[in-house]
């Protein structure tokens, strides 16, 4: 578990802890918090809590707030009991809260950063294998009135290659999810790429500058966290270093990405194709290019690589 700053919180086995949003982690009622209530003396459930309303489920006498894709601004952390000692992040991440605000107020931030390593990086190589054989596509070509039963006999020019030889660069790919992502390619005897301030070797991988791995990569992976330095960092000038024929793939944060650029690549033909289980706003707005690209060169997915069940129980106890 990351942690921010400052002060130790209080023992959690006389701690009260509300933990707001969880319909977030538990829509299909199948998690178990035991192992949360064991930990706490008390443990208070919130559905559907918005920022708004956070003030008014978190009371005086909680120690712990844990918070699922929530966001808490300042005026919130303002506002919170002086009882409250500890705010978890019951995910990766911290753009969600403002940890200044906190850190001055003397609450400690944390999140769980390894819950969801083995999913995301799942998540990752589908993409990588859906496109390798243009795995939507050929649904389309077979679906409703516009069926093409020609589809069994030809590929009519779609992408359909080996991955082995083929080259992944994972942009600030030294993280957990980052070097599993890597793991599972070089199984599928894919060259890895990784692009670092650091110049210290990575296992498996070849360490060069962001220009050099957009230049030489098929697929290109976003794992950076989302910061005032990152934010829409990927934009026309990245993609006009990519090959034509490369694929980019987001499973971290939308913000990464300037969209309305990489709609303009999209449509251009630019680059291949987009993977995106994240994107800016989530849903995209309804006159988003996204959904008339998603029937062309962009798989749209609704943030799903850290929802398998076993997952999603594997962040509940590791809160």
């Given at each position: 578990?990351?942690?921010?700053?400052?002060?130790?919180?209080?023992?959690?086995?006389?701690?009260?802890?509300?933990?707001?949003?969880?319909?977030?982690?538990?829509?299909?009622?199948?998690?178990?918090?035991?192992?949360?209530?064991?930990?706490?003396?008390?443990?208070?459930?919130?559905?559907?809590?918005?920022?708004?309303?956070?003030?008014?489920?978190?009371?005086?006498?909680?120690?712990?707030?844990?918070?699922?894709?929530?966001?808490?601004?300042?005026?919130?952390?303002?506002?919170?009991?002086?009882?409250?000692?500890?705010?978890?992040?019951?995910?990766?991440?911290?753009?969600?809260?403002?940890?200044?605000?906190?850190?001055?107020?003397?609450?400690?931030?944390?999140?769980?950063?390894?819950?969801?390593?083995?999913?995301?990086?799942?998540?990752?190589?589908?993409?990588?294998?859906?496109?390798?054989?243009?795995?939507?596509?050929?649904?389309?070509?077979?679906?409703?009135?516009?069926?093409?039963?020609?589809?069994?006999?030809?590929?009519?020019?779609?992408?359909?290659?080996?991955?082995?030889?083929?080259?992944?660069?994972?942009?600030?790919?030294?993280?957990?999810?980052?070097?599993?992502?890597?793991?599972?390619?070089?199984?599928?005897?894919?060259?890895?790429?990784?692009?670092?301030?650091?110049?210290?070797?990575?296992?498996?991988?070849?360490?060069?500058?962001?220009?050099?791995?957009?230049?030489?990569?098929?697929?290109?992976?976003?794992?950076?966290?989302?910061?005032?330095?990152?934010?829409?960092?990927?934009?026309?000038?990245?993609?006009?270093?990519?090959?034509?024929?490369?694929?980019?793939?987001?499973?971290?944060?939308?913000?990464?990405?300037?969209?309305?650029?990489?709609?303009?690549?999209?449509?251009?033909?630019?680059?291949?194709g987009a993977g995106l289980d994240v994107q800016e706003n989530e849903p995209p707005a309804p006159d988003s290019r996204l959904w008339?690209?998603?029937?062309?060169?962009?798989?749209?997915?609704?943030?799903?690589?850290?929802?398998?069940?076993?997952?999603?129980?594997?962040?509940?106890?590791?809160?």
């Open positions: 578990m990351s942690t921010t700053s400052t002060k130790s919180p209080t023992s959690t086995e006389e701690a009260v802890c509300s933990l707001l949003n969880t319909d977030k982690l538990n829509w299909d009622g199948s998690l178990s918090f035991e192992c949360m209530k064991r930990a706490v003396s008390s443990l208070e459930l919130h559905e559907k809590t918005s920022m708004a309303q956070a003030l008014d489920k978190i009371h005086e006498g909680v120690n712990i707030v844990v918070t699922k894709e929530m966001e808490m601004d300042a005026s919130v952390i303002r506002g919170l009991p002086n009882s409250v000692r500890l705010i978890c992040e019951a995910g990766t991440g911290f753009n969600n809260i403002d940890c200044d605000a906190a850190k001055t107020r003397g609450i400690t931030v944390c999140n769980v950063p390894e819950y969801s390593t083995e999913a995301v990086a799942t998540m990752v190589m589908t993409f990588v294998l859906s496109f390798s054989s243009s795995l939507m596509q050929q649904q389309q070509k077979l679906w409703g009135a516009t069926a093409d039963k020609r589809a069994w006999a030809t590929l009519e020019g779609l992408s359909h290659f080996e991955l082995s030889g083929k080259t992944i660069g994972l942009i600030g790919g030294r993280g957990l999810i980052g070097s599993k992502v890597s793991e599972m390619a070089r199984i599928f005897g894919m060259k890895v790429l990784v692009s670092s301030r650091s110049s210290k070797p990575c296992e498996g991988a070849t360490v060069v500058s962001l220009e050099e791995l957009l230049r030489q990569s098929d697929f290109v992976s976003i794992h950076c966290p989302l910061n005032e330095e990152t934010r829409k960092s990927i934009g026309e000038e990245q993609f006009a270093l990519m090959k034509p024929t490369s694929f980019l793939i987001n499973t971290a944060r939308g913000g990464i990405i300037n969209e309305s650029e990489l709609c303009d690549a999209l449509e251009k033909d630019e680059i291949a008339q690209l998603a029937q062309k060169n962009a798989i749209l997915t609704p943030h799903i690589g850290w929802q398998r069940r076993e997952t999603r129980q594997r962040l509940v106890d590791s809160v």
